[in-house]
């Protein structure tokens, strides 16, 4: 599974952020597509009103799978934790 530059991906956490806009996936040899476990930079393009993430924000993200029991396949992204980010 491949998500290319541009694609719109569904979040699945808590942070407020509906849909995302896949900018650039992060690494030197990644190419202009991104996998599995793979560190995106993204845009928020929805977001709940109530949620600590706003429409326009930039942010990074990693790609994971949809559960085996789904209908249809999707990309789910999660939200790098501050451990993770090297902050």
Known sequence: MAVMMR???EVAD???ARKLQMIL???GSTGL???LGDVITASVKEAAPEGQTKKGTVV???I???PQGASAPRRHLHPLRPECRGA
């Open 7 to 9: 694609s719109m991906l």
């Open 60 to 62: 990074k993200a990693v």
């Open 14 to 16: 808590n942070s407020g």
């Open 64 to 66: 994971g799978a949809h």
């Open 33 to 35: 597509s991104a996998g």
């Open 25 to 27: 996936p992060l690494g």
